[in-house]
């Protein structure tokens, strides 16, 4: 059953994760559908998603990449093949096991559909919840020497990944992502492309997101099934716990070898190859929902939103040709540079559309009525400002443009001031039991401890080791406060989505 759109949106200190519920139900992103953990992104969270999307295809092809698609089944006994890869995903797979079904009366006498037996599939098919085992599977036919490498794969696709607990956008039974996947001769190039995609994340994410993340790697106990190294990027959200905003992994030969890749090197030699995998998803959605957003609703970089101006024409009856008129010539004066909409429904009064616009985090709202138009100016009113002001008809794309860059920065400030004020360094493991507790944040702690101290950590406290950073001061001398053991690299703990 869809969720009702609440009244108000409930305050962020009283309950977070109804307030986000609430901001996307008021900003008409998301609804259910029948079957649970799978949503549908109505119109303004899809077209969200697609700007994210344009944004990371575009540094994805300037580095090389080129775009194709693989099939959503796989072959169930592709997935026992690496070991640690099928442990790591095997009870979020769904598995497809017949190919049609047949009519049937059911026990109430009406007709029914169940699985046709005659229909039972040779072997199982697993419908992909993530996609190394099928892409290996191809480049083992498609590369047999040196000359055949590097290659450089990206796939827009939809993954299923079963999920107990969902919340939209960031954990869902479906959804939608890119993942990359590419084939090298040699380690170093392949660590280096992870690096390079690690940093192509870190760029959409800061310069198009206004979200600051921190790059780092990821411990054992956190690295992705089947990798060698796993590196992320960790964004800090408004109740202080971490998302993991994207990972790009180092899979060394695993795949490799599991699936027999080898090449021909330029010295003859058979060698196995070398392996990467990257992915994002639209868990960059919710990542700039919990980011940006505040008690009035969805707050959106300029740089993702789908409308960037709004324009709502101001008038009465006799003036109504005038002023919408005056709003079209507004409206192509700056269609070209910037998404705009001129809000011209009649049924609906300028303060609801106001309200409205506020609601879905449109960045720059224009008012234009005959006075305005009479001084050659318009109303103008930022999402994350509280004030109004005139800006000029005359130039006035150059003023938009202005207030949009403006407010890109600012977004990127405000968020990495808040992440920064909510990072700590603790002196014993009690202050961080507290802090968790009472002020959640961002925990930065020379870390000492082995698997089993992350496990007892996270029983205890419910934090994980998001990361070691990528940026790591000497750790030597110092004393983990968490372990009392010699610290050997510093290590960021917080809870996290």
Not at 148 to 155: A, V
Not at 401 to 428: F, H, I, K, W
Request: proline share 5%.
């Amino acid at each position: 059953m869809a969720r009702e759109t609440p009244a108000v949106i409930t305050r962020r200190d009283v309950d977070y994760s109804a307030w986000y519920l609430d901001v996307i139900t008021h900003a008409d992103m998301v609804d259910d559908s029948p079957v649970r953990g799978c949503k549908v992104l109505k119109p303004h969270g899809y077209a969200v998603w697609e700007a994210m999307r344009d944004a990371l295809d575009a540094r994805f092809k300037a580095t090389g990449h080129v775009n194709a698609y693989f099939p959503l089944f796989i072959p169930m006994s592709f997935l026992s093949k690496e070991a640690e890869h099928v442990e790591g995903f095997a009870k979020e797979c769904a598995v497809v096991t017949h190919h049609r079904l047949r009519s049937v009366t059911g026990p109430d006498g009406k007709a029914a559909v169940e699985p046709d037996p005659e229909s039972k599939l040779d072997e199982p098919l697993i419908v992909r919840p993530t996609s190394e085992t099928i892409i290996w599977h191809m480049y083992g036919r498609w590369i047999d020497s040196w000359r055949d490498l590097p290659i450089l794969i990206n796939q827009w696709a939809n993954v299923v990944r079963w999920e107990m607990k969902t919340r939209p956008f960031l954990r869902t039974t479906e959804f939608l992502w890119q993942e990359g996947h590419t084939a090298h001769a040699t380690a170093d190039e392949a660590v280096a492309e992870t690096l390079q995609m690690l940093d192509v994340y870190a760029e959409v994410a800061e310069k198009v997101l206004a979200v600051p993340v921190i790059k780092g790697r990821k411990s054992a106990r956190e690295r992705f099934a089947g990798a060698v190294d796993t590196y992320t990027i960790e964004a800090f959200m408004q109740n202080g716990w971490a998302l993991q905003a994207g990972t790009s992994h180092f899979l060394g030969q695993n795949f490799a070898k599991a699936f027999d890749v080898t090449f021909q090197s330029a010295a003859g030699v058979r060698e196995h190859v070398w392996a990467t995998s990257w992915g994002v998803s639209t868990r960059l959605v919710g990542a700039v929902v919990m980011t940006h957003s505040d008690d009035d609703g969805l707050v959106l970089p300029p740089a993702i939103a789908p409308i960037q101006v709004v324009i709502v024409p101001v008038y009465k009856d006799a003036e109504k040709d005038h002023v919408l008129t005056a709003a079209r010539a507004l409206a192509d004066a700056l269609r070209g540079r910037f998404r705009v909409r001129i809000d011209d429904r009649e049924h609906l009064r300028p303060g609801p559309k106001y309200f409205e616009w506020e609601r879905k985090g449109v960045p720059l709202r224009l008012e234009l009525g005959p006075r305005d138009i009479a001084k050659g100016q318009a109303f103008a009113k930022l999402r994350i400002r509280s004030d109004k002001f005139s800006i000029a008809l005359d130039g006035a794309a150059d003023v938009v443009a202005t207030l949009l860059d403006d407010m890109q920065a600012e977004l990127l400030v405000r968020a990495t001031a808040m992440r920064d004020a909510r990072t700590y360094e603790v002196g014993s493991r009690a202050e961080l039991a507290r802090l968790l507790d009472e002020t959640p944040g961002f925990f930065r702690v020379p870390w000492g401890g082995d698997d089993a101290d992350e496990d007892a950590l996270k029983e205890e406290t419910r934090a994980t080791l998001r990361c070691y950073p990528l940026d790591q001061p000497s750790v030597e001398g110092l004393t983990c406060p968490l372990t009392g053991k010699p610290a050997h690299a510093w290590a960021i703990f917080a809870r996290a989505y």
